[in-house]
């Protein structure tokens, strides 16, 4: 079965600091995708990065970065010069094949990491 | 661009009564997902359909069912409400399996 834990559960920064969520999966599946996701305090899902398990480059995307380290199982979210608006919970998330398909299926979530980025 | 939609926003129901929540999909997926969040608890998978056909189940209570229509709208229904059903429920959709893109989840809250 498939498995996602954030070790962290809550972090507190300060403005301009930089910040690295952990994330670490456990699958059987040679194939599957990672996400992360933020979700403010307003609810929603917001959808950050999905990364293929072939696609081993890291990557940046403005302040926000990712490392994806198939060796460790993990993949690392790092916010760089965090601001107040980072404010947030930021899930990673898992999805496998189905059996003998081409397509992903449901997303298994990690606990969540609770970010406070205080001015 | 437009996103997945779900109705209602806020629903309140009291204990055993029974609850419907609809989600219309990204015109031209074909895949609808959905999830339920516990306070303070991450998402967790339901049910999933694809093409009109249950693809995935996961766990769902037998109080809850859920279908997706011609139009590929799916909803999903909860009777014998109980106090532990008060959530938030998102639907996400996607195009042949790939990425999900969730819509703002209705919060569901049992008295």
């Known amino acids: 079965a498939q498995k996602v834990t954030q070790a962290q559960t809550e972090i507190s920064v300060v403005e301009k600091e930089d910040v690295t969520l952990d994330c670490v999966y456990e699958t059987r599946d040679t194939t599957y995708y990672l996400f992360w996701y933020k979700q403010p305090p307003s609810g929603e899902l917001v959808f950050l990065i999905r990364?293929?398990?072939?696609?081993?480059q890291n990557e940046i995307s403005g302040r926000y970065s990712w490392n994806f380290q198939k060796s460790t199982s993990s993949f690392n979210f790092t916010i760089t010069a965090s601001q107040v608006v980072d404010s947030a919970v930021y899930f990673c998330?898992?999805?496998?094949?189905?059996?003998?398909?081409?397509?992903?299926?449901?997303?298994?979530f990690g606990q969540g990491t609770i970010l406070t980025v205080h001015p | 661009a437009a996103g997945v939609i779900q109705s209602p926003r806020h629903l309140i129901k009291e204990k055993r009564e029974t609850a419907t929540l609809k989600c219309y999909p990204i015109?031209?997926?074909?895949?609808v997902y959905w999830y339920q969040q516990g306070p303070g608890q991450d998402p967790q998978f339901l049910i999933s359909f694809y093409e009109k056909m249950q693809s995935d189940k996961g766990s769902i209570p037998d109080r809850f069912s859920a279908q997706q229509f011609s139009d590929y709208h799916s909803e999903l229904n909860m009777s014998s409400l109980e106090l532990g059903d008060s959530a938030l429920y998102f639907c996400a959709s996607s195009l042949e399996g790939h990425e999900q893109y969730f819509g703002p989840g209705t919060r569901l809250t049992v008295t």
């Open positions: 998330a898992l999805s496998e094949l189905y059996a003998g398909g081409t397509s992903y299926g449901k997303l298994t």
């Open positions: 990364r293929n398990s072939f696609d081993e």
């Open positions: 015109p031209r997926h074909d895949t």
